[in-house]
Structures are given as C-alpha cells and as structure tokens.
C-alpha cells in the first residue's frame, strides 16, 4: 500500500510541473481539437479530473454548510410557494445512485464482456467489490489529489523512492501517520466535520431517505480516507501488532526533537519537514493559500450564533466573544511551553503546578459560564465544532506567515543578503547562516512555541481517534483471520495459518518452541 502510495505521489508531482511546464501549453495550442484531447487525456487530464471530482464535494458541502448556517435553508423550505419537492428530491435520489459510480464502471464491463463475455465480466466485477477494490481506489484518489493539487500551488516535484522489497510486511501505525495525515486524515476529518454539522444543523431530508442517497458516496470517501492505509495493512488487526503500534507512536509523539533527528524519529522534526515546501513558494501561492484555509472559519461565524447561550442575539460582539475564548487558550498554551522551557529540566515539580495551575483556572472559567450565563451541554459540543476548524485555521496561518513575512519583509531590507549573493537569491554558507539566524528571531518574537503545542494537541487528538477503532478491531480475534483472507490468496493464507500454529507464539507475538 505504501509503496503504491509513494508511486502514485511522485508520478501525480509529476503530472503537476508538467500542467505548469510551457511545453504542455505548446502543443495544445498547435494540436487540432481532437488531438488535444487525446494527449489531455493520456496525461496531466486524468490527475485534473481528479482533482476537480475532490473539490466538487468540498463546494457542495461548504455551499450545504453555508445554507444551513445563515439560516437560507429554513427560510426556503418554510416558504408557502414550495408545496410539493418530492419529485424533485426522487431526481435526486437517482442521480445519487448514478453518482456512485454506475456510469464509470460500464466502461470496463462493456470491455471484458467484449473480450470474455459478459457474464465473466459480471462475475469480475462482483469479485473487484468484494475484495475491497472502490475502497482501493477511492483512497488514491485522494493521494493523486492532494500531490497534484500542492504541485500546481507551491511546485517542489521530487523524486520518492519506491522501494522493491517484500511487499507483505506490517507497516506500522506510526509510519502510515507520517505518509498519510497530511494528505488525506486532515482532508478526511474536515469532510466529516462537514457533514456532522450539516446532519446536525440541517433541516431538509428529515423525513425521508434523501439524505443518505445525498451523503453516502461523501461517507464513504471519509471511511476510505481514514482507514484504508490500516485495512490493506498486514496483521493490523492483531492484538500484539497494535500495542506495539501504539506503543512506537507514543514514543514518536512524545520525542522533543534536536539537531540532526530524521522525521521517522521526533514529531516536531516530521512537523517541520512538512511544511518545507511553503519556504519555496512564491508570495503569490503563499497569499492563494492563507485565503483558501479562510474557509475554516464559516463555522465558528455560523455555530456561534447557533447556541443557546446567545439567545437569538445577531450582535457582532458574539462573534468577537468566540474570539476571546480562543485568545484564553492561546495564552494558557504559552504559560505552559514557557514553564516547560524553564523549569522541565530542573524544577519539574514546578513545571506539574504551574500545568495543574492553568487547567484549575479553565476549568473554573468553564463553572462560571456555566452557572453565571445558562451555558447548555449541547453548547460546549457545538462550540467543540466550532472551535476546532479555527485552530487549525491559526496553524496554517502560523505555517504560511513565516515564509511570507521572510519574503515580504526580510529579503526586501536585505536582511538575508550579503556581498556573496547581491541582488540574487542567498545560496552560499554565509546566507544560511543569516537564514537560520532570522528564523530564530521569529521564533522568539512569536507565538511559534504555542503554536507547535497546539499543533501537537491536534495531532495527539487525530492519532487517537483514528487508533481507537483499529484498538477496538483488534479485540476480537477473527478480524486478523478476515483481513489475512481478505489480503492475500486462499494458499498463502492457509500456509500463514500453518505455520503460526506450528511455530506458535508467546503474547509480545515472538516466536516460541513449544514443550
């Protein structure tokens, strides 16, 4: 699965310079009409199509999302001249089961049923499902997305080693993190939020089965984002395997990084390293990006106005509260990474009280509101939806400012330039240097430390709701044998079987002699 992954990202980084590249631009000015679509087709028009197919569910939804907030929706359906849209919602309804993929596959059986017949071609497709095949696909779909789509904005192709080993090996959960969290859980959990707060807030589709004709290609493509890596991973599912999976990525979480650690070693190294390609990119793509993540904040604009705390109240100062909350917990995450820089090493009983210090003081906070202004348990969920799209709003922001303060404000002065590179681009040793000294400064004068604590939070949420299904998996004992079934052919899974009970093993899953 990884090496397929690793492949299909750097032949779609590929696809993505070569959209950019003047040569592609050329030709299809000088070919005829049908000449061009034939070389569209056979090369960067397939990664375009998929692109554009990923983003359409991001339009319906955020145009769903914006109905049901601003109140559009309600107003629609209580207006007296819309009586009767039961036709209309059964178009839907079979558009939506065309939506899943009926008119894609016609092509393939129309081509094995004219080589093999068409009953072959039928039984191949009813295998191709039942070896999890549209889950498959589905999920590289999102993985042509994302490298295509990060290529045409900020560029940065390179070459991913593949790899040519044996294939039928445990990845562990800490790997498939790294690979995967950025290109599809992240994009994953966005969708599901989505959806939840559009179940939640939505009022069209209640009383019929609209809605899951509507929202169950989008559904699926969420399970297929967040699970299909731990899926089509061997032994995944065994309870051995999955301690010691969470065992190593506890470990990977909790390491505070240094000079010299690799990504595989330290989160903080792996955070740094993925957002490497943000300090190659233009201003121009650097201001495309902090505008498209403004789109994580219609829901705190939205939700806020929803809770019952407000009492119907349309004020702007609502909104400006909401951000006096998010302001509270900025600064409790700098009063802790600034007792951790200071007293972790030497004082750490200091370090616990002073944590112990801020969380009594929140939670005092949160006993206030509640007593003091009516706040409602539903509430504090809505504004978990609410909150959560703006933090990761700031870390973005935090991850794009950098880079484009440095280009706005620093090269500009000629802060970063000296006699070895005047007037061009800082290159030598000496540049470095100079590079390396500015981003401390930045660090120091910002909020980066809060920020990478926030992030870390946000990471240690994402990893554990994503393990917990796979831990709870893992319980029973027949998904092993299911997924060994299910992966591989029906003589390897037989000799698999053979061989562990011959072999036999101990609890930590090594291999013991029996008596």
């Known amino acids: 699965m990884n090496q397929i992954s690793n492949f299909e990202a750097k032949v779609a980084n590929g696809n993505g310079e070569q959209t950019l590249c003047r040569d592609v631009h050329r030709l299809g000015h000088r070919f005829d009409f049908y000449r061009m679509l034939s070389m569209y087709f056979t090369t960067v028009g397939f990664y375009f199509n998929s692109m554009v197919a990923v983003l359409t569910v991001y339009v319906f939804l955020y145009g769903r999302l914006y109905l049901v907030l601003s109140g559009l929706e309600k107003s629609i359906l209580q207006d007296p001249r819309i009586k009767n849209i039961k036709p209309f919602a059964n178009a839907l309804a079979t558009q939506s089961v065309f939506q899943l993929g009926t008119l894609l596959i016609l092509p393939m059986i129309m081509e094995v049923g004219l080589e093999k017949g068409f009953g072959k071609a039928l039984a191949e497709f009813i295998i191709m499902q039942l070896q999890l095949a549209p889950m498959f696909f589905t999920f590289h779909l999102g993985t042509k997305t994302h ?3 990060r290529t045409i904005l900020h560029g940065g192709a390179k070459y991913r080693g593949t790899g040519r080993g044996f294939v039928v090996r445990h990845a562990k959960f800490a790997e498939n993190y790294r ?35 509507v929202t169950i290609s989008m559904w699926f493509l969420v399970f297929c984002w967040l699970f299909a890596p731990f899926i089509f991973n061997p032994s995944c599912f065994e309870w051995h395997k999955m301690v010691d999976d969470w065992t190593d990525w506890w470990k990977w979480m909790n390491n505070r990084g240094g000079i010299g650690l690799a990504p595989e070693q330290s989160w903080e190294a792996w955070w740094v390293s993925e957002h490497e390609h943000l300090k190659n990119g233009t201003v121009r793509s650097l201001l495309l990006e902090l505008v498209l993540s403004l789109r994580l904040l219609i829901y705190q604009y939205g939700i806020v106005y929803h809770l019952h705390i407000v009492h119907e109240n349309k004020s702007f100062m609502i909104y400006a509260l909401s951000w006096l909350v998010i302001g509270i917990v900025l600064v409790s995450l700098k009063v802790v990474s600034l007792g951790r820089e200071k007293f972790v090493t030497k004082f750490q009983l200091v ?9 009594l003081v929140l939670i005092g ?14 509430d504090v969920g809505a504004s978990v939806l609410a909150f959560i799209p703006t933090g990761w709003f700031i870390l973005l922001m935090a991850q794009v400012c950098g880079p484009l303060f440095r280009r706005l404000v620093i090269e500009p002065l000629g802060v970063l330039c000296c006699s070895c590179c005047r007037g061009g681009a800082c290159r030598g040793p000496c540049c470095a ?16 430390d809060s920020i990478q604590e926030m992030a870390r939070m946000y990471e240690y949420t994402m990893g554990i709701l994503i393990f917990l299904p796979i831990a709870v998996l893992s319980w029973f004992p027949f998904m092993s044998e299911f997924q060994t079934r299910l992966l591989f052919n029906q003589a390897f899974s037989r000799g698999l079987q053979i061989s562990r009970i011959l072999a036999g093993q101990d609890g930590r899953g090594t291999i013991t002699k029996r008596e």
């Open 147 to 149: 490298y295509y789509g």
């Open 179 to 213: 690979m995967y969290s950025r290109s599809h859980f992240v994009k994953a959990l966005e969708l599901l939020i989505l959806l939840v707060v559009y179940l939640a807030y939505g009022s069209s589709y209640r009383s019929s089965s609209l809605y899951v004709y």
């Open 351 to 359: 370090f616990r009280i002073l944590k112990g210090i801020v969380f």
């Open 365 to 378: 906070l949160m006993v206030v509101i509640f007593v003091g202004f009516d706040l409602a348990v539903s």
């Open 433 to 448: 240097k100079l590079r390396q000294r500015s981003g401390a400064v930045l660090r120091k004068i910002g909020p980066w």
